[in-house]
């Protein structure tokens, strides 16, 4: 019998100290879900294809089904929930979503508002064809994108002043 050795993971998540102890094995996606009960990051293809398990690492996109927990210690992790702004309202992006009805089942939505977030930060005023190469790594089944891409020019108006 095999025993899996087990690990104390730390880390900062959402601006807060967290650590765990999980297998050496333990992705971060489920290390975030079940281990520090974050449940914002979903998980669909489990393969790093559709970008629902989307989070930012030190404020970089990553796919937290294909990055080990045991990687990240010591860094900063942002998932949805830390999103928000500091007084618990909804960050632009998270307004133009609302508003523009970027989501319907919502499932992608945690991957695509991670995403979209660090696409404005390094391009606070896309094109067109660069809001459609920022979010072509994450997969939505449900709207056709179309609102998804209304979404992000509205969230780099919000973020500009612009009403």
């Known amino acids: 019998m095999t025993i899996e050795r087990t690990h ?3 880390m900062t998540v ?14 971060l996606s489920d290390f ?12 669909g293809c489990e393969h790093g294809v559709c970008g629902c398990c989307t989070v930012l690492l030190d404020g ?24 928000a702004e500091p007084d618990g309202g909804l960050s632009p992006v998270q307004r133009a ?33 660069e809001v459609l190469e920022g979010i072509s790594g994450n997969l939505c089944r449900c709207t056709g994108y179309q609102n998804i891409i209304k979404s992000v020019h509205r969230a780099a108006e919000l973020k500009a002043g612009d009403r």
């Open 14 to 27: 959402n601006g807060v100290h967290r650590s765990a102890t999980a297998p050496a094995r333990r992705l």
């Open 8 to 10: 104390d993971i730390a």
């Open 32 to 43: 975030l879900r079940h281990d520090l009960g974050l449940t914002g990051t979903h998980v």
């Open 97 to 129: 979503f609302q508003e523009c009805h970027g989501l319907q089942c919502g499932f992608c939505t945690p991957g695509f508002l991670c995403t979209v977030t660090a696409l404005l930060r390094d391009n606070p005023r896309p094109t067109h064809e």
């Open 60 to 83: 970089e996109p990553v796919r937290s089904c294909l990055t080990l927990a045991v990687t990240v210690a010591g860094r900063e992790i942002t998932t949805v929930e830390g999103l």
